[in-house]
């Protein structure tokens, strides 16, 4: 069974730059399709990016594109979204999520994630 934990999370001002990371245990996340969510306070939980199984193909919701970058890095098992020109607009808590042989698209309903990691907050602010 893969287990998630994000890490990276802080209070940053604006303008700052972050790195999450998503660690990836009991199983190899070459097999899965690897989103990021948000969740704000009083806010429905929002897709950020999804990393697809095997193409790779990474998809970004519109506020992020340009600034939020999701890889893979495979030797350590982990998937690490790089956020830079963080805006205040962008605090919320941050979610991994994996589903097996999944290929994203450009909106990934959190219905479609079956392992969620327990989120990582982040806080833009000045």
């Known amino acids: 069974q893969l287990h998630l934990v994000e890490s990276g999370g802080d209070s940053v001002q604006p303008g700052g730059s972050l790195r999450l990371s998503c660690a990836a245990s009991?199983?190899?996340?070459?097999?899965?399709?690897i989103a990021w969510f948000r969740q704000a306070p009083g806010k429905e939980r929002e897709g950020v990016s999804c990393?697809?199984?095997?193409?790779?193909?990474?998809y970004y919701t519109d506020s992020v594109k340009g600034r939020f970058t999701s890889s893979r890095d495979a030797a350590k098992n982990t998937v690490n979204l790089q956020m830079n020109s963080l805006k205040p607009e962008d605090t919320a808590v941050y979610y991994c999520?994996?589903?097996?042989?999944?290929?994203?698209?450009?909106?990934?309903?959190?219905?479609?994630?079956?392992?969620w990691g327990q989120g990582t907050l982040v806080t833009v602010s000045s």
């Open positions: 999520a994996a589903t097996s042989y999944y290929y994203c698209s450009n909106y990934v309903p959190p219905s479609d994630l079956q392992l």
């Open positions: 009991g199983d190899t996340l070459e097999n899965y399709a």
């Open positions: 990393v697809s199984y095997g193409t790779g193909a990474t």
